[in-house]
C-alpha cells in the first residue's frame, strides 16, 4: 500500500475501533503521539505494535526534544532543554559538543527502542530572547554556535539509526507571536532573515532527513506562511540549499495555518507548496476534511523520502536499558539535568 500524505493522531493510550479504521485509510501515512498517548514503556510499546498491526508501514512520530518539550516522561531519561549545551559551550565548548551528541543519541535510541520512528528535532531556530515558544528550546543565540552543537545533536541521532527533522524553517525565534494560537509576521528584510535565522537551514540542509517549516509570514519576502510557500519550500529550501528529505507541514490546526482557509484548502496549499506530509492534529473534523481532500487530489507523496526517515533501531527497551553505552550516556545526560 502507498503511503499517503496525512499524519494524524489518536485519543488515548489504546486504539479504538474507529481509530483502526481510520489508520487503514491509504491517504494516513503518519501518526504522531502525545503525552495523552503515554502512561508506561509497556503500554506505548503495545499501542504501537497495535497501530502497526493495521498499518505495518505508518510513520509514527513524537515530539521528544527536551526540556518542556519531552511527551514520554516516565521511565525515560529526563532530557535538558537545548539551551543547557549554549550554555556550556561558554565555557567548555568540546564539553558542550560532547553532550550534544549524546542528548542526541540518547534521545534517539529510547524513542526507537519503543518502536516509534522519529521525534520531530531538533530545533534549528535561534534564540533571539522574543519568542517564549522557542526560547530555551533553541541552542544558541550566535548562529554559529548553534550550528556546532545542532550538528552533533544530529549525528547523535543518526548514530541511533534515527533520521532528524529540523524545524521551524526558515526561522521562528525572530518574532513574539506563537504561531500555535497567533499568526506570527516577521518584518524583516531577507537579507537580515538570510544572514541570521536561515544560516542553521543553509549549513544542515543535507545533513537533515525532514524538515518542517513554520507558520510565520516573512511578509517583506512573501505573502504566505512558510509552510504554504513555493518560493519559501521550492526556491530556497529545495533548490537553494539542496535540500532533498521530507517537508512535514507544522500541525494545519494550528491558529498560524488558519490564514489559508478550511483544513482542505490548507492541505492543498501545503502540499501545492511542496510539503511532502501534512500534519492535522487535536481536530479529528478536520483531519476527516483533509482526507476528503486528499482522496480528490488522488497523489501520494514520494516513497522514497519518507521511507528514510524510518527508524532502525529496533533492539527494544530492555535490550537497550542493559547497555553499558546507555547507562553510561543517561547517567551524563541526567547529572546534567539535576545539575
Known amino acids: 500500500m502507498a503511503l499517503g500524505a496525512l499524519m494524524l493522531d489518536v485519543e488515548g493510550l489504546t486504539l479504538t475501533d474507529d481509530e483502526k479504521s481510520l489508520l487503514a485509510h491509504p491517504h494516513v501515512g503518519g501518526l504522531i503521539l502525545f503525552a495523552r498517548n503515554y502512561e508506561s514503556v509497556a503500554q506505548v510499546t503495545a ?26 516522561r516516565s521511565e525515560f531519561v529526563r532530557l535538558p532543554p537545548m ?24 534521545m534517539a535510541s529510547e524513542v526507537l527502542a519503543v518502536g516509534v520512528d522519529i521525534s520531530f528535532a531538533p530545533i534549528l531556530d535561534v534564540d533571539c530572547g ?45 518574532v513574539v507571536a506563537d504561531s500555535h494560537v497567533a499568526m506570527p509576521v516577521d518584518e524583516r528584510p531577507w537579507s537580515e532573515i538570510e544572514a541570521h535565522d536561515l544560516k542553521p537551514f543553509a549549513a544542515l540542509a543535507r545533513e537533515l532527513q525532514g524538515i518542517m517549516p513554520a507558520h510565520v509570514i516573512y511578509a517583506r519576502v512573501d505573502a504566505h506562511p512558510a509552510g504554504f510557500s513555493s518560493f519559501w519550500l521550492q526556491d530556497i529550501l529545495r533548490d537553494r540549499l539542496g535540500f532533498d528529505g521530507v517537508i512535514f507541514s507544522d ?15 490548507r492541505v492543498n496549499a501545503a502540499l501545492d507548496a511542496g ?28 516513497q ?12 527494544g527497551w530492555a535490550a537497550l536499558h542493559n547497555d553499558d553505552n546507555w547507562k553510561l550516556v543517561s547517567a551524563t545526560v541526567s547529572a546534567c539535568v539535576t545539575a
Open 47 to 72: 499501542l504501537v505494535q497495535d497501530i502497526r498491526a493495521v498499518r505495518p508501514d505508518i510513520l509514527i512520530a513524537v515530539d521528544q526534544e527536551g526540556g518542556r518539550v519531552q511527551r514520554f
Open 83 to 106: 539551551k543547557t549545551m549554549g550554555d556550556l559551550h561558554a565555557t567548555n565548548p568540546g564539553a558542550a559538543r560532547h553532550l550534544a551528541q549524546q542528548c542526541g543519541w540518547l
Open 130 to 174: 522574543l519568542s517564549q515558544v522557542i526560547g530555551d528550546r533553541a541552542f544558541h543565540a550566535e548562529p554559529d554556535i548553534a550550528i556546532v552543537l545542532l550538528r552533533e545533536f544530529i549525528r547523535g541521532m543518526n548514530d541511533a539509526g534515527m533520521a532528524a527533522t529540523g524545524k521551524h524553517f526558515p526561522g521562528h525565534g525572530s
Open 251 to 265: 500541525d494545519l490546526s494550528m491558529e498560524g495555518a488558519s490564514v489559508s482557509g478550511s483544513y482542505s484548502d
Open 275 to 302: 510539503c511532502d506530509m501534512v500534519l492535522v492534529c487535536n481536530h479529528r473534523a478536520g483531519a476527516l476534511e483533509a482526507l476528503a481532500a486528499l482522496e480528490k487530489r488522488g497523489q501520494f507523496p514520494d
Open 304 to 315: 522514497r523520502r519518507l521511507a528514510a526517515m524510518r527508524g532502525k533501531f529496533r533492539q
